[in-house]
């Protein structure tokens, strides 16, 4: 089993930036990929971006540009950095990983709320 902890969520204003961080302990192992997650009210959870642990990434057309993973293997830990934020970059974003390069993650945090507004 491997758990996920994420930190980092909050308010901001439309154009500012966030750093959410998921913190990855035990059967740490078999992660081969992380991602981020991100679902609004009344929608689907939809992938945001994800990426493996020889650093290889993938973007939602929705924040290509605008956000950036990145993995510090050394203290099991992703990172989804958000610059020029939206109203509807407002959800609960979700950290995933698992034991494959593509599809789906097997773990999964328990979200932290990221709200754009002013």
């Known amino acids: 089993q491997v758990q996920l902890v994420e930190s980092g969520g909050g308010l901001v204003q439309p154009g500012g930036s966030l750093k959410l961080s998921c913190a990855a302990s035990?059967?740490?192992?078999?992660?081969?990929?992380m991602g981020w997650y991100r679902q609004a009210p009344g929608k689907e959870r939809e992938l945001v971006a994800r990426i493996t642990k020889s650093g290889t990434t993938k973007y939602a057309d929705s924040a290509q540009g605008r956000f950036t993973i990145s993995m510090d293997n050394a203290k099991n830990t992703v990172y989804l950095q958000t610059s020029s934020v939206k109203p509807e970059d407002t959800a609960v974003y979700y950290c995933?990983?698992?034991?494959?390069?593509?599809?789906?993650?097997?773990?999964w945090g328990q979200g932290t709320q990221v709200t754009v507004s002013s």
């Open positions: 035990g059967n740490i192992i078999s992660i081969v990929a």
């Open positions: 995933a990983a698992g034991p494959r390069l593509e599809g789906r993650f097997d773990y």
